[in-house]
């Protein structure tokens, strides 16, 4: 059912916990209803340099881009945008709204990590295996 692998998505979101986590990157919660890169950008801004940052960038960037799509995906069915028997539609709509830079829109989504796992658990996966 997924082309991205399970453990892999738990890593990531492990990542994306820890960068979310520090003190000094603040993502605001009313952030935009649909992705803006440029606000993605700003909200990023100044954070190149951090490890933890690169890390998932690279890890993200590395995938093919079906694999990128279906994180969004995930993201989306965790967040409640869409429902698991509609996993088709989120893919679909996650490949309509694909861009280069879905690290960074993982990265800048308030919640992010804890809509990708439970994503995944609506798909019958867990983090906690």
Known sequence: MLNVNPD???ELVQK???FQ?????????DGPASYSEDWAMQVLAGHADD?????CVE???DLEPDQ???LVALMW????????????GARAAAQQGWTPRTGEYLLSTPLAPDYM???LEALGYDCHG
């Open 51 to 55: 490890m933890t940052y690169q890390e």
């Open 68 to 70: 990128q799509m279906e």
């Open 8 to 10: 892999l998505v738990c």
């Open 59 to 61: 890890t993200v960037a």
């Open 21 to 29: 986590a520090q003190e000094d990157v603040v993502i605001p919660d």
């Open 117 to 119: 796992e439970e994503g």
């Open 77 to 88: 069915l965790g967040r409640g945008d869409f429902e698991a028997d509609d996993w088709s």
């Open 16 to 18: 994306i916990r820890e």
